[in-house]
């Protein structure tokens, strides 16, 4: 049995629960098939220095090949001497070719063949979630496509303010994720640096090409200074922090659909399968998946703020703090691939209650419009808008909606106000008015339709979404 990496200097064996401490192989364990990738290609640079011999390179290579296969199978056998992924799979790998797997090491350290390793991990980490928020922004355009013409009250400071059409409503969810898509995208670039090469934290002795090896392992280029290079941890930071505004974005959207399944609402009604039940109340149908989302976002801060602060108090260099990485990593991947395709499957199946939206719309959403007909008819914006303030009191004082206020009570205020003041009350005609790019017209959206769609086909995503996590669809309307 191979003993641990760094135990020559030491007379004495580490505590046991000090041990326990230490080690990382209880989550690091995520990182052995990038270890092993990383491996390879060192193996080979190696070679290709004149370090080892090429017939050396393929028992190595072949070694290591035979421990993926282990890996993927769920067979690899840890011993008590494995301080963590890395020192696994050398000892394995030792096991499997004899001393020559000893010469792997040469040159490299822990410090930069983990920070290869995770760089590795968040790449095909970024590659997988933007596959999924592909799925909820497609969700949302199809959602948008199928709810044309339903018109919803619309709100600012959670109060009726004017109408908008509900497919408007639903894009102004997709084009947050669009952003955080390109941010994906753009930390992907960021990210694929390659460390390797580096050493503990001056570089290697042995004249390794590390072009050649930011190409086998398809990075972009190397790192420039090796003491940055072993302890830089922004992309980890940067992908917590997309990975927050992602999980915001679908709490935000989370928080008024569950308002909008209040009784209070009946805007919509979630699905059976993507809802829940109550112990006691028999009546009841919980938006549970939607709470979630809204909760476990508030659990991503907690991640985010949690790394920033280890970052915070290190000098320069490697220090066994940046072990406190990964977990919020792995942890923030692992929630995002839940609660996307949730999410993603919540808005495929959810059923709209298009009367229950009408009947919720108030004539004084279109206090706005009044405000405009006056501005048509010369009067400033801002005397428009104190006389049309006059006439929503007057409506309250009488307590009658707006559109149902006399003309003479309209003309005692400004006889500006006529006869064609019936024309303004009408919420299809209030909605078309908005024509302006970006606005809530259905010309407008039909356009914001065609540059969702766009968007889509512009972004293609490198990861495929398994079967098991693709939606099923259902009963939505």
Same mark, same amino acid.
Request: aromatic share 8%; glycine share 6%.
């Given at each position: 049995?191979?003993?641990?990496?760094?135990?020559?200097?030491?007379?004495?064996?580490?505590?046991?629960?000090?041990?326990?401490?230490?080690?990382?192989?209880?989550?690091?364990?995520?990182?052995?098939?990038?270890?092993?990738?990383?491996?390879?290609?060192?193996?080979?640079?190696?070679?290709?220095?004149?370090?080892?011999?090429?017939?050396?390179?393929?028992?190595?290579?072949?070694?290591?090949?035979?421990?993926? !296969?282990?890996?993927?199978?769920?067979?690899?056998?840890?011993?008590?001497?494995?301080?963590?992924?890395?020192?696994?799979?050398?000892?394995?790998?030792?096991?499997?070719?004899? =001393?020559?797997?000893?010469?792997?090491?040469?040159?490299?350290?822990?410090?930069?063949?983990?920070?290869?390793?995770?760089?590795?991990?968040?790449?095909?980490?970024?590659?997988?979630?933007?596959?999924?928020?592909?799925?909820?922004? #497609?969700?949302?355009?199809?959602? !948008?496509?199928?709810?044309?013409?339903?018109?919803?009250?619309?709100?600012?400071?959670?109060?009726?303010?004017?109408?908008?059409?509900?497919?408007?409503?639903?894009?102004?969810?997709?084009? =947050?994720?669009?952003?955080?898509?390109?941010?994906?995208?753009?930390?992907?670039?960021?990210?694929?640096?390659?460390? &390797?090469?580096?050493? !503990?934290?001056?570089?290697?002795?042995?004249?390794?090409?590390?072009?050649?090896?930011?190409?086998?392992?398809?990075?972009?280029?190397?790192?420039?200074?090796?003491?940055?290079?072993?302890?830089?941890?922004?992309?980890?930071?940067?992908?917590?922090? #997309?990975?927050?505004?992602?999980?915001?974005?679908?709490?935000?959207?989370?928080?008024? /659909?569950?308002?909008?399944?209040?009784?209070?609402?009946?805007?919509?009604?979630?699905?059976?399968?993507?809802?829940?039940?109550?112990? /006691?109340?028999?009546?009841?149908?919980? =938006?549970?998946?939607?709470?979630?989302?809204?909760?476990?976002?508030?659990?991503?801060?907690?991640?985010? #703020?949690?790394?920033?602060?280890?970052?915070?108090?290190?000098?320069?260099?490697?220090?066994?703090?940046?072990?406190?990485?990964?977990?919020?990593?792995?942890?923030?991947?692992? #929630?995002?691939? /839940?609660?996307?395709?949730?999410?993603?499957?919540?808005?495929?199946?959810?059923?709209?209650?298009?009367?229950?939206?009408?009947?919720?719309?108030?004539?004084?959403?279109?206090?706005?419009?009044?405000?405009?007909?006056?501005?048509?008819?010369?009067?400033?914006?801002?005397?428009?808008?104190? /006389?049309?303030?006059?006439?929503?009191?007057?409506?309250?004082?009488?307590?009658?909606?707006?559109?149902? &206020?006399?003309?003479?009570?309209?003309?005692?205020?400004?006889?500006?106000?006529?006869?064609?003041?019936?024309?303004?009350?009408?919420?299809?005609?209030?909605?078309?008015?908005?024509?302006?790019?970006?606005?809530?017209? =259905?010309?407008?959206?039909?356009?914001?339709?065609?540059?969702?769609?766009?968007?889509?086909?512009?972004?293609?995503?490198?990861?495929?979404?398994?079967?098991?996590?693709?939606?099923?669809?259902?009963?939505?309307?």
């Amino acid at each position: 049995m191979m003993s641990k990496l760094w135990g020559g200097r030491f007379a004495g064996g580490l505590d046991p629960i000090a041990w326990e401490f230490n080690a990382s192989l209880s989550f690091d364990w995520r990182l052995a098939e990038v270890d092993i990738r990383g491996s390879i290609a060192w193996s080979k640079a190696l070679m290709k220095a004149g370090v080892i011999t090429l017939d050396e390179q393929h028992q190595i290579s072949k070694g290591l090949t035979d421990i993926l !296969a282990e890996v993927r199978a769920g067979k690899f056998t840890h011993a008590p001497t494995d301080e963590d992924v890395h020192t696994a799979i050398e000892r394995r790998l030792i096991e499997l070719v004899g =001393p020559v797997g000893g010469k792997l090491h040469t040159g490299r350290s822990r410090n930069d063949q983990v920070a290869t390793d995770f760089a590795l991990w968040i790449v095909d980490a970024i590659d997988r979630v933007d596959a999924f928020v592909k799925l909820v922004q #497609t969700a949302l355009v199809e959602r !948008a496509e199928r709810d044309m013409g339903i018109i919803l009250p619309g709100y600012t400071h959670f109060q009726q303010s004017q109408p908008i059409l509900l497919s408007h409503w639903w894009l102004s969810h997709f084009w =947050p994720l669009a952003r955080d898509r390109q941010r994906l995208a753009q930390l992907r670039e960021r990210a694929a640096v390659l460390p &390797l090469g580096s050493g !503990a934290l001056a570089g290697t002795p042995f004249p390794i090409d590390r072009k050649f090896l930011a190409n086998q392992l398809g990075f972009k280029t190397f790192s420039p200074n090796s003491i940055d290079a072993v302890s830089n941890r922004d992309s980890a930071a940067e992908f917590l922090f #997309t990975a927050v505004m992602i999980a915001i974005h679908l709490s935000r959207l989370a928080e008024m /659909l569950i308002l909008y399944t209040s009784a209070e609402f009946g805007f919509i009604e979630l699905s059976d399968a993507y809802s829940t039940g109550s112990s /006691l109340m028999p009546q009841k149908k919980n =938006p549970d998946t939607l709470e979630l989302t809204r909760g476990k976002a508030g659990t991503m801060i907690g991640r985010l #703020t949690g790394l920033l602060a280890v970052l915070k108090g290190l000098p320069s260099a490697y220090d066994k703090d940046l072990q406190e990485d990964k977990v919020p990593v792995f942890e923030a991947t692992d #929630t995002l691939c /839940l609660m996307l395709p949730v999410v993603a499957g919540v808005l495929q199946t959810l059923i709209i209650r298009p009367e229950k939206m009408e009947a919720a719309l108030n004539p004084a959403m279109l206090a706005t419009d009044l405000a405009d007909y006056l501005v048509n008819k010369g009067i400033p914006f801002r005397e428009a808008h104190r /006389l049309v303030g006059l006439a929503v009191r007057r409506a309250a004082a009488l307590e009658i909606p707006l559109s149902q &206020l006399p003309l003479a009570e309209f003309q005692s205020i400004s006889p500006a106000f006529e006869k064609d003041i019936a024309e303004v009350f009408n919420f299809q005609a209030s909605i078309a008015r908005r024509n302006s790019p970006g606005g809530t017209s =259905p010309a407008a959206v039909q356009v914001q339709l065609q540059q969702a769609r766009a968007f889509l086909d512009d972004h293609k995503t490198r990861s495929s979404i398994p079967a098991s996590q693709t939606p099923r669809g259902g009963d939505g309307s």
